[in-house]
Each structure stands twice: as structure tokens, then as C-alpha cells.
């Protein structure tokens, strides 16, 4: 729960630097009020939850939340096609760009040093620090 109001914080927070609240209000009121809207979706499936808690309605429940499902796709035809691009065009994209890594310092290993990065000795002893911090929780 803390994850979602963390997400939706950080959304509403770049909006607002970009200066798109408005285009994101309209956008979040068209999908949820629109037409063929998530509420009518969300109400339907709250409801089968509410259903589900009366003794004997589990499994009609499970049946119905599946002919649910099955409305969701059927009620947007485009659903397999647009997966279906989205997966050929991350195959078609090509491999990810290089990242450069920094380099790693020709120092005596005791922390002195003629390089711009750590030492190996310093990389090992500050990895064995870690491995002991995390055998603590």
C-alpha cells in the first residue's frame, strides 16, 4: 500500500513539474468515468467481493469474476494486437546502449592510490561489510 501512494506521489509530483495537471485530470477522468469506465469494472468487481463473503457463493463467484475477465478483453478487441507490437518492438529495438563503468583504481590495496575508482582491497573488504550488515537482520 505504502508502494502504491509512493508511485501515485511521484506521478502527480512530475506532472505538476511539467505542468500537466490539467491533461492528467482530464485523462484519469476519462478513463474512469469514460466510455466503457473502469468504475463500472471496479463496481462489478467489489460487488462479486462483497458476494464472496456470504458462506456457499465462493465458487459461483470465481465463475462470475472470470466472465468478468473474459468482458475486459472481449469489451477491447485490441488487447492482443497491442501486446503483441508492444512485444515485437522490444525485440526489434535492439540491444540496450552501453553503460560506462568506472574504472577501478591501481592503488596498493590499502586505500593509497593512483586511480579514480576504489581498489579492489577496498571493493572486497566494503562488500564483507555488507554481507556482515546484512546477516544482522
Do not use: C, H
Not at 506521489?9 to 495537471?21: D, N
Amino acid at each position: 500500500m505504502a508502494l502504491a501512494v509512493l508511485l501515485i506521489g511521484i506521478l502527480l509530483v512530475a506532472s505538476g513539474l511539467r505542468g500537466t495537471e490539467r491533461e492528467l485530470g482530464a485523462q484519469l477522468s476519462n478513463d474512469f468515468t469514460g466510455n466503457d469506465g473502469f468504475v463500472v469494472w471496479l463496481g462489478a468487481i467489489v460487488l462479486l467481493g462483497l458476494i464472496s463473503k456470504i458462506p456457499g457463493f465462493e465458487k459461483p463467484v470465481q465463475y462470475l469474476m472470470a466472465l468478468i475477465v473474459v468482458s475486459i478483453v472481449l469489451a477491447n478487441p485490441t488487447v492482443f494486437t497491442s501486446l503483441k507490437s508492444a512485444l515485437v518492438g522490444a525485440d526489434t529495438a535492439g540491444p540496450a546502449p552501453a553503460v560506462p563503468l568506472p574504472a577501478i583504481g591501481q592503488g596498493s590495496g590499502q586505500g593509497g592510490g593512483g586511480g579514480a575508482g576504489a581498489t579492489i582491497g577496498q571493493a572486497v573488504q566494503a562488500a564483507g561489510i555488507i554481507g556482515e550488515i546484512g546477516s544482522l537482520f
